[in-house]
């Protein structure tokens, strides 16, 4: 039963345009996400997360949103460059004594055309 | 500071051998956390140390995956005896904190196949 997911399994975008990548989750517990990059053969890399407690965060060319009632946040990339291009994941994890495991969704391909 | 080494980057077995994958974490964090991608779906936890205990290994698949971290240092993954369904990717991750604000790092990850 996947509590994370990323009902997108890759996103083609222009340069210089807008990618925005989705995520929704079952599990009421999580009061923290993620996101992370990856690259071919290489790990995972965290790009930004953000609290349940706020509805935004922003961090230079990306933001992520979140909206709790529903359930779904979203990772926004202003401009998108080719170097973007990568496996975008999102991530949940509980508060208190679980709140060092990471459920992760499936990812999503992102490929931003020059 | 270096990051989170993991070796052997390939690793390509027959069915029932066994295989061992290593992580040496970044320098000082004490928690260490191995995860799983299997092709096509999602990383999975595996298990959580803290220095040299196991916190919690509730994602290990069964009792052929044995895992180690001796001295709080580096960690030992064992898989024996190895099936089809273990191959996939296994990434280790470290950090200083658990529930880090800032995520862990991960390592590149061992690609295992299995045939």
């Known amino acids: 039963d996947q509590q994370v997911k990323q009902n997108s399994p890759s996103l083609s975008v222009q340069e210089g345009r807008i990618s925005i990548l989705n995520c929704d989750y079952t599990?009421?517990?999580?009061?923290?996400f993620l996101w992370y990059k990856k690259y071919p053969a290489e790990g995972p890399t965290f790009l930004i997360s953000?609290?349940?407690?706020?509805d935004k965060n922003e961090d230079g060319r990306f933001t992520v949103f979140l909206n709790k009632s529903a359930k779904h946040l979203s990772l926004h990339i202003v401009p998108s460059q080719p170097g973007d291009s990568a496996v975008y994941f999102c991530?949940?994890?509980?508060?208190?004594?679980?709140?060092?495991?990471?459920?992760f969704g499936k990812g999503t391909l992102l490929t931003v055309n020059p | 500071e270096a990051g989170v080494t993991q070796f052997p980057s390939h690793s390509v077995i027959e069915k029932g051998q066994t295989v061992t994958l290593r992580c040496d974490p970044i320098?000082?964090?004490?928690?260490l956390y191995w995860y799983r991608r299997v092709m096509g779906k999602e990383i999975k936890f595996l298990l959580h140390?803290?220095?040299?205990?196991?916190?919690?290994e509730s994602g290990m698949p069964n009792n052929r995956f044995l895992a180690e971290r001796t001295g709080g240092t580096y960690s030992t993954l064992k898989v024996q005896p190895a099936e089809l369904e273990d191959s996939g990717v296994y990434f280790c991750?470290?950090?200083?904190?658990?529930?880090?604000?800032?995520?862990?790092?991960f390592g590149s990850g061992t690609r295992l196949t299995v045939v």
């Open positions: 140390f803290v220095k040299e205990s196991k916190q919690d």
């Open positions: 599990n009421s517990m999580f009061d923290y």
């Open positions: 991530a949940a994890r509980g508060s208190g004594g679980s709140n060092y495991k990471l459920t």
């Open positions: 953000i609290s349940s407690i706020k």
């Open positions: 320098s000082g964090h004490d928690n």
């Open positions: 991750a470290s950090s200083q904190d658990r529930g880090t604000a800032g995520g862990y790092t």
